[in-house]
């Protein structure tokens, strides 16, 4: 196999470590534009990952896209469809089922100056490459003192509601927030999921980009490429002014199904979607509870442990005077990830989201 890359830098002047991720004044301009397209039509996110995908192998002779089954067959959600025909298999090609080879094959191509996009086929199924991902993708930037970013995209289908069990179905997300020298990002849309990924890929640093299952075949009228709020930007995906309710990736359009639940008794949530985990957005979120003076945390994950305790604790910080009640959590329950069939009573619900703003309101 050859593959086309750029030499590395071996004479970069030494950087300040107080951080892993270089600060956004040293991150150089982005390298992808979103120019003129034709009329919009119905879009699902599966199709925009798969059209951010071809555009960023098209711009770039140095991307490469690889995993488990993502050639021939397209990956098991069709993302990767149609890419190994149109590119050949230098530039998108499957690897052994082996998730730590993947990460760390990753590290050496991104060292050598490629950019390397990589699938983990299932969430769970990240885990035996987190030692790579820990250790040394998070790590390269501060160990090499400034010398050596690893731009690598890792792709990470995640989060139930599609019938499978353990290992397929689960929401790591708190794991990678936690690394310092990730971006960690998540898209509830179509919009986002094409502009947030060709971000990610373009990006100088490693990102987790955590794609919801349960929306893949969600759909939004879109004129493809499109470009939105940038990494490290929240968005305000509904206005009210009962409670506000955050969530990110599939916990989405459970709150606004809360929310448009929530109307028929009275009640108005206003509802934040974080897109970005790390860099996390919460000037977004306090001005909305600013607004309201209420606000419930969900996500798919166990409540104990999960990312919504930091957004909880942040809301607690830096807007404790504007609340009227404690901040609300909503999650899994915290056992392991049950039988498909016992899914619908795990997972957050409609029912749960009111729960919580209805005990806000009591406070």
Not at 96 to 107: K, T, Y
Not at 201 to 225: C, G, H, M, N, W
Not at 245 to 253: E, F, L, R, T
Request: charged content about 20%.
């Amino acid at each position: 196999m050859t593959l086309t890359a750029r030499a590395p830098t071996t004479t970069v002047p030494d950087v300040d470590l107080r951080s892993s991720v270089a600060p956004d004044d040293e991150v150089p301009p982005m390298s992808w534009s979103a120019p003129a397209s034709a009329e919009a039509r119905s879009v699902t996110l599966a199709q925009a990952l798969n059209r951010a995908l071809r555009d960023a192998l098209d711009a770039d002779d140095r991307v490469v896209i690889y995993g488990e089954d993502v050639g021939r067959l397209g990956g098991v959600f069709r993302i990767t469809d149609g890419l190994q025909e149109r590119f050949g298999e230098e530039r998108c090609f499957d690897s052994p089922l082996a998730e730590s080879a993947i990460v760390g094959s990753a590290v050496g191509m991104a060292l050598y100056g490629l950019v390397p996009v990589v699938e983990m086929q299932f969430d769970a199924f990240s885990y035996p490459a987190f030692e790579q991902i820990v250790s040394h993708v998070a790590k390269m930037r501060s160990r090499a003192r400034g010398r050596a970013g690893l731009p690598i995209t890792i792709r990470i289908p995640y989060g139930g509601h599609v019938g499978a069990p353990e290992h397929h179905s689960e929401s790591p997300e708190a794991y990678y927030a936690h690394t310092a020298g990730l971006r960690v990002v998540t898209p509830a849309t179509p919009g986002d999921a094409y502009s947030l990924l060709r971000e990610s890929i373009a990006s100088p640093d490693p990102v987790i980009f955590l794609e919801p299952k349960r929306q893949y075949y969600a759909t939004e009228e879109l004129a493809l490429p499109v470009r939105t709020e940038p990494i490290g930007c929240a968005a305000v995906r509904r206005r009210g002014t009962t409670a506000t309710v955050i969530a990110y990736g599939p916990s989405v359009s459970l709150a606004l199904q809360a929310a448009d639940a929530a109307a028929a008794r009275g009640h108005s949530l206003e509802v934040i979607d974080l897109r970005s985990l790390n860099p996390l957005d919460m000037d977004t979120p306090v001005a909305s509870v600013q607004r309201t003076g209420r606000c419930v945390v969900v996500h798919e994950a166990s409540t104990f442990g999960g990312f919504g305790g930091e957004v909880a604790a942040q809301i607690q910080e830096r807007a404790f005077y504007l609340l009227e009640a404690p901040v609300a959590r909503v999650g899994a329950f915290d056992v392991p990830y049950p039988p498909s069939r016992f899914e619908e009573h795990y997972l957050p619900t409609v029912g749960r989201v009111l729960d919580a703003v209805e005990r806000t309101l009591a406070t």
